[in-house]
């Protein structure tokens, strides 16, 4: 088990097939599960985008506390700003309810994230909270 678990997290090919089924099992994964979802997935989005040639890719706008529970494959979260995501009027003073928020709002993406700020002079909060190499400044920083 650690043998696999060592290959796939070093993103390596692992040679047992049979080994890695065993893991998944006893992690209490369900690659059939796994595997129909993102397959059912793919099939919707494809009918989706041949169903109105007009619009390619359909786009839901909502609030992160009505986006719990959604997935999309590229999430914008706009106006994230402390004035916005920190309800205190001590920005300092982060609530657990505006981590919460957070962690929503990040989670829902299954590819990638577009954090967009209005605010130039004072890098968010909570983009600290982000390991730097997994950001990507695009426009202004």
Same mark, same amino acid.
């Given at each position: 088990?650690?043998?696999?678990?060592?290959?796939?997290?070093?993103?390596? @090919?692992?040679?047992? @097939?049979?080994?890695?089924?065993?893991?998944?099992?006893k992690?209490?994964?369900?690659?059939?599960?796994?595997?129909?979802?993102?397959?059912?997935?793919e099939?919707?989005?494809?009918?989706?985008?041949?169903?109105?040639?007009?619009?390619?890719?359909p786009?839901?706008?909502?609030?992160?506390?009505?986006?719990?529970?959604?997935?999309?494959?590229?999430?914008?979260?706009?106006?994230?700003?402390?004035?916005?995501?920190?309800?205190?009027?001590?920005?300092?003073?982060?609530a657990?309810?505006?981590?919460?928020?957070? +962690?929503?709002? +990040?989670?829902?993406?299954?590819?990638?994230?577009f954090?967009?700020?209005? @605010?130039?002079?004072?890098?968010?909060?909570?983009?600290?909270?982000?390991?730097? @190499?997994?950001?990507?400044?695009?426009?202004?920083?």
């Amino acid at each position: 088990m650690l043998k696999v678990l060592s290959l796939v997290s070093k993103d390596k @090919e692992v040679p047992d @097939e049979n080994a890695f089924a065993d893991l998944l099992v006893k992690v209490d994964i369900d690659a059939y599960g796994l595997a129909k979802d993102f397959l059912k997935n793919e099939i919707d989005s494809k009918a989706l985008s041949n169903s109105n040639p007009a619009r390619k890719m359909p786009i839901t706008a909502t609030t992160i506390q009505s986006s719990k529970g959604l997935a999309a494959d590229y999430v914008f979260i706009t106006h994230f700003d402390d004035r916005y995501f920190i309800k205190n009027n001590d920005k300092s003073k982060i609530a657990d309810q505006d981590i919460c928020n957070f +962690l929503v709002a +990040l989670t829902r993406a299954r590819k990638k994230v577009f954090l967009i700020s209005s @605010e130039t002079t004072k890098t968010p909060a909570f983009l600290d909270w982000i390991e730097a @190499e997994r950001i990507e400044h695009i426009g202004q920083k």
